[in-house]
């Protein structure tokens, strides 16, 4: 779905908002972290949350069917949510989505 955010503020940024509720309190909890080169099979995954750090080089989940991706998992205060903010290269484009890992798809 395509992510939305509040009101920009010049040095600050713009609040994201859930995609459930449209609410803008959405705690971090986990980041996921794919590193690979172009197309190789292999990489490395870090993933940092709860004050712990996992190292791996499990690339399931990527966001990226060809090289970098990056997961950000939230949790919203105000409804059941658990967002994901994806950002991922593609033949030298980044995009960004956001899903609700909750969701039933």
């Given amino acids: 779905m395509i992510p939305q955010f509040d009101q920009y503020h010049e040095s600050y940024g713009a609040e994201l908002l859930c995609p459930k509720c449209k609410g803008n309190y959405l705690h971090h909890e ?3 972290v794919f ?3 172009e197309d190789k ?3 490395l995954h870090v ?3 709860d004050q712990d750090v996992h190292i791996d080089r499990d690339l399931t989940g990527n966001p990226s069917s060809r090289r970098h991706g990056l997961l950000i998992h939230f ?4 409804c059941d949510a658990l967002p994901v903010l994806s950002v991922s290269q593609h033949k030298g484009q980044t995009h960004i989505d956001l899903y ?3 969701a039933d798809e």
């Fill in 30 to 32: 986990k980041i996921e």
């Fill in 47 to 49: 993933v940092v949350g």
């Fill in 35 to 37: 590193d690979r080169h």
């Fill in 41 to 43: 099979s292999d990489g």
């Fill in 75 to 78: 949790r919203c205060e105000t």
């Fill in 100 to 102: 609700d890992s909750g």
